[in-house]
Nanobody
Framework: QVQVVESGGGLVQAGGSLRLSCTAS????????MGWFRQALGKEREGVSS????????HHRGDVKGRFNISRDSAKNTLYLQMNNLKPEDTAMYYC????????????????WGQGTQVTVSS
């Protein structure tokens, strides 16, 4: 069966960095669009960063552009989110999404989801 597992979250001071990992089993990540979403307490889940199945298209929401980077490691079948210059506003549960259909350009509503990893940024 397909499983998606996130890791790498934690507590960090403002200005610090974290690297989140998303490892999938049961599929090849290079064949699927993938993305990172986050949900802060009392707020709706929002998209953060995404990458097309072939890596040609990468998107970041405006408030993380220039600070976050998304990439994949084919050998490890893993998606990464490198988070630099973290701000308290980045505090949230971060979720990895993998498109169910292969070779799509974007992550849609039909996705596999991990259980999330908590990121907390202190002032």
């Amino acid at each position: 069966q397909v499983q998606v597992v996130e890791s790498g979250g934690g507590l960090v001071q403002a200005g610090g960095s974290l690297r989140l990992s998303c490892t999938a089993s049961g599929l090849t990540v290079d064949d699927h669009a993938m993305g990172w979403f986050r949900q802060a307490l009392g707020k709706e889940r929002e998209g953060v960063s995404s990458i097309s199945w072939n890596g040609e298209f990468i998107h970041h929401r405006g408030d993380v552009k220039g600070r976050f980077n998304i990439s994949r490691d084919s050998a490890k079948n893993t998606l990464y989110l490198q988070m630099n210059n973290l701000k308290p506003e980045d505090t949230a549960m971060y979720y990895c999404a993998v498109a169910r259909d292969p070779r799509t350009l974007v992550v849609g509503s039909s996705s596999y989801w991990g259980q999330g990893t908590q990121v907390t940024v202190s002032s």
